[in-house]
């Protein structure tokens, strides 16, 4: 299965924001202008990825960050405004990170699971 649908559906959108919410709660807006794309997560992230499925997923993501950066369009991933990721055209991940994730995926921030 391949995963050009999510950078050829990112490469329509032009311009224009779009917030989704649920039971009168942010959830995530999205915002478009040129060729940069950015998604805002607004709610809080209760629970992280199981790690068995981190690989599988880092190599979907590596796989949208690749065709988005063919399509010379930039994704940024926030939550809260906060930076998370980059995808595509602009990314510049550190060189550790690089040989994880490749040339098109810019990782900021590692989200520690909240003690209690």
């Known amino acids: 299965m391949t995963y050009d ?3 050829r559906m990112l490469s329509y ?3 224009g924001s779009l917030e ?7 959830l995530v807006r999205i915002e478009a202008e040129k060729n940069q794309r950015m998604i805002d997560i607004l709610s809080d992230v209760k629970e992280m990825l199981p790690i068995r499925n981190f690989i599988f997923k880092i190599n979907k993501i590596k796989k949208i960050s690749s065709n988005l950066s063919e399509d010379d369009i930039t994704l ?5 405004g906060q930076p998370l990721a980059v995808l595509g055209e602009n990314a510049k991940p550190g060189l550790f990170s690089r040989l994880f994730t490749g040339k098109n995926l810019e990782i900021s921030k590692f989200k520690k699971k909240d003690k209690q």
Not at 76 to 80: A, D, F, S, Y
């Open 76 to 80: 940024v991933i926030t939550e809260k």
């Open 13 to 15: 959108v032009k311009s």
């Open 20 to 26: 989704i919410s649920y039971d009168s709660t942010p």
């Open 5 to 7: 649908y999510v950078s």
